[in-house]
């Protein structure tokens, strides 16, 4: 029997049906403290279906995890397309990662699959070249195949610097509730989150939106999500108050698990700050909804209920020592016909939020002109337009666009597209990234829940894989997504970027980024495009740390 294999970057997106492109990667550079993958990619050739056994020796051996890529269907893999996209039609497609698991690793004739090895390098590993020897085994019907690959990974002799960039990826807590059936913030419930906010935290979340009360998100109007609501509400003869006990415990895990940013919900509803966010309060002993599509935003027993919730709130949080740890919202994505109603509940906020941040998704400029929003977030083929207006402190975001000539993640880009993001931020010296599907299970407008399993897209809204990162894995844990690595590998292409400043100024590094480019001017429309760009330029700046780390 005969089984093909051959060494991959983290950048090629293996299917089944075709030969892995270009030459073997047998050998890479990273940083202490880098997480770095690559793949091996195997096909049977002369048996129907093979259990495969893995072996792993290396001196990094216990800093290595291994998982295997999984298809995913992809339904809808978009409808803008441009010649940068890896599939334009529905299909099987690589994306999960299925955690480790006593399941056998089993492989079919004819179909390339791959395995992802992750190597967490610490901090005081040693400089050198380690040899990372990887020997796939099987047997069938009385004959036996062993291959043996080894990967070279050189460790420099420099740390990877801790992430400056503010990161979100929003959280839907309410869709794990869902998917698993749990109650919400029940103890099965808090679990999963803990796994969940884990997960995000070691991919380079460092925000995490906070559901004061059920996020007026990505719903229809009149409908609702599941209540999912932080903050408890009574209301005693016209009189509010608050228990924010289970907003302390929300707090309290993110920070065990790494995350010390909070974005608190959005205060009035999408596309246009028209309406109330839900929300439930004990009223007289009996729980009702208060507030919701039908009490307009700019009612007068809505403008009570903030005077009586946000010094409340603002006080627990300077109580806790947040007020510069905290991002309020006020709309999401309004639009030129909304800045009315905007202005509205942008004042409101203001007045009781002095002092904190107040940051939203919009693609205006004139929002931050008319003083509308502090911190606004732009899509990316917007960012330019808020650097002419001198934003002081740039953030941006894509979503289901810009699918053309943009970077982005979706299953059908590839996944060079999608690490380029970092070298651009560093190179608009961004300082907030927002996208909004960390784990998104609704289908659009939150009608119903979705199985992330059989549906990547939120049943055909959204090109597949916008609108979440990670799957609702086994046991309430999340398996991570190609996708996920890879924006993780572009955050750290940025530290090392950063890190670069020590040795260079800012002004020669952008000019070597900007040779990486035919027309010598790098923007987020014209970067160095595919896998060996991209790892190239990479490797650039590696072999300039080194330089400067042996003293040269």
Known sequence: MKLETKLCSSLLKVVPDRVPEGAAFKKAQALRGEVFSFQLAYCPVDFQRVKIEVELE??????????????????????????????????????RLENPS???????????????????????????????????????????????????LEVIPLTLPEQKLTFTNW????????????????????SALE???????????????????????DTAVGGERPTCQLVKVFCRNGEYSFDFSRLDRWISL?????????????????????????????TDGVEKRIFGWDVRADSAEYAGFMAAFLPELTGYLKKKDLQDHVFFHCSDEPHDGHKKNYCYAAELLKKYLGGFRI??????????????????????????EFIAAKVPELWTYYCCGPAQIYPNRLIAMPSARNRILGTLLYYFDVKGFLHWGFNFYYSQYSVSSIDPYKCTDADSAFPAGDPFVVYPGPGGVPEDSLRHEVFFEALQDQRALQLLEKFMPRKKILALLNK??????????????????VLGLRKKINNLLKKYADGN
Not at 103 to 124: H, N, T
Not at 172 to 179: L, N, V
Not at 198 to 217: D, E, R
Not at 517 to 531: Q, T
């Open 195 to 217: 796994k969940f906010f884990s997960s995000a935290a070691s991919h380079g979340v460092n925000l995490l939106l906070t559901p004061l009360f059920t996020l007026p998100l």
């Open 359 to 384: 940051m939203d998704a919009l693609s205006s400029v004139d929002f931050y002109r008319l003083g509308y929003v502090a911190y606004p977030v732009p899509i990316e083929s917007h960012l330019e």
């Open 171 to 190: 959280f839907h807590a309410d869709c794990i509730a869902s998917y698993y059936n749990f109650e919400v913030f029940s103890e099965e419930h808090w």
């Open 58 to 95: 290396s001196q990094l051996e216990k800093y290595i995890s291994w998982r295997k890529v999984e298809l995913v269907p992809v339904n809808y893999p978009g409808c803008l397309f441009d010649e940068d996209y890896l599939f334009t039609t529905a299909g099987m497609y690589p994306d």
């Open 102 to 152: 006593d399941k056998p690793l089993y492989s079919v004739q004819g179909q390339w699959r791959s395995l992802w090895f992750k190597i967490a390098i610490p901090e005081d590993c040693p400089a050198g070249i380690f040899d990372i020897a990887i020997t796939l085994s099987s047997a069938a019907d009385g004959k036996k195949c062993r291959v043996k690959k080894v990967f070279k």
């Open 516 to 533: 990486s480019v035919s027309d010598g001017k790098m923007n987020m429309a014209n970067y160095p495009r595919g896998e060996q760009a």
């Open 254 to 282: 993110a920070q065990k698990c790494g995350i010390h940013q909070f974005e608190m919900s959005h205060l009035f509803t999408q596309w246009g700050a028209e309406f109330t966010p839900k929300i439930i309060a004990e």
